[in-house]
T-cell receptor
Framework: GQQLNQSPQSMFIQEGEDVSMNCTSS?????WLWYKQDPGEGPVLLIA?????ELTSNGRLTAQFGITRKDSFLNISASIPSDVGIYFC?????????FGAGTILRVKS | GAVVSQHPSRVICKSGTSVKIECRSL??????MFWYRQFPKQSLMLMAT?????????EQGVEKDKFLINHASLTLSTLTVTSAHPEDSSFYIC????????????FGPGTRLTVL
């Protein structure tokens, strides 16, 4: 089946630093999405990407849909304590989504 | 915005009993809903796709007789875990596709199932 490789697995950074995480796959996806999940809750959509090469920003977040359609990255600039959580990438094919393993982000103030 | 609710938010049951989890789209109609399972510190794994008025389609390795899905209306899908066992303990999350917009899955808050 389709699988996504998400890295890094976890990050422990200083408040104010920039963060970068990415997902790669051997499969092509039609969409790439980035979600944040807080403990005991469902994932919340941060950014959705629909076209290869697309670069989209949402506040301090920036994400890109790789030109090969097999990868995507998410950058968070000037991290703040509330950025703590688990970030998931998801590749979309048809109506379905395949999720990466997640990146645990911890921020020390 | 589009809101998806799940009920109950958490349930504890004895081994061998059945548990029903509801997923509702509150302010939109969803012809398609999805059920995911998430074990601790792991990712979301798609279990099945639920289509209104038709049988659900299950992902490979998911037992359809154990995880019964009913999508009887455009705003409600239910997942019943039959004869639950401790290994079924997990976080179950549903999502719904807006019938009109159709391109984004809206996720529910999840249901924590603990089987004793």
């Amino acid at each position: 089946g389709q699988q996504l490789n998400q890295s890094p697995q976890s990050m422990f950074i200083q408040e104010g630093e920039d963060v970068s995480m990415n997902c790669t796959s051997s499969s092509i996806f039609n969409t790439w999405l980035w979600y944040k999940q807080d403990p005991g809750e469902g994932p919340v959509l941060l950014i959705a990407l629909y076209k290869a090469g697309e670069l989209t920003s949402n506040g301090r977040l920036t994400a890109q849909f790789g030109i090969t359609r097999k990868d995507s990255f998410l950058n968070i600039s000037a991290s703040i304590p509330s950025d703590v959580g688990i970030y998931f990438c998801a590749g979309g094919y048809g109506n379905k989504l395949v999720f990466g393993a997640g990146t645990i982000l911890r921020v020390k103030s | 915005g589009a809101v998806v609710s799940q009920h109950p938010s958490r349930v504890i049951c004895k081994s061998g009993t059945s548990v029903k989890i509801e997923c509702r789209s509150l302010d939109f109609q969803a012809t398609t809903m999805f059920w995911y399972r998430q074990f601790p510190k792991q990712s979301l794994m798609l279990m099945a796709t639920s289509n209104e008025g038709s049988k659900a389609t299950y992902e490979q390795g998911v037992e359809k007789d154990k995880f019964l899905i009913n999508h009887a209306s455009l705003t409600l899908s239910t997942l019943t875990v039959t004869s639950a066992h401790p290994e079924d303990s997990s976080f179950y999350i549903c999502s719904a596709l807006d019938r009109v917009v159709g391109s984004e899955q809206f996720f529910g808050p999840g249901t924590r199932l603990t089987v004793l």
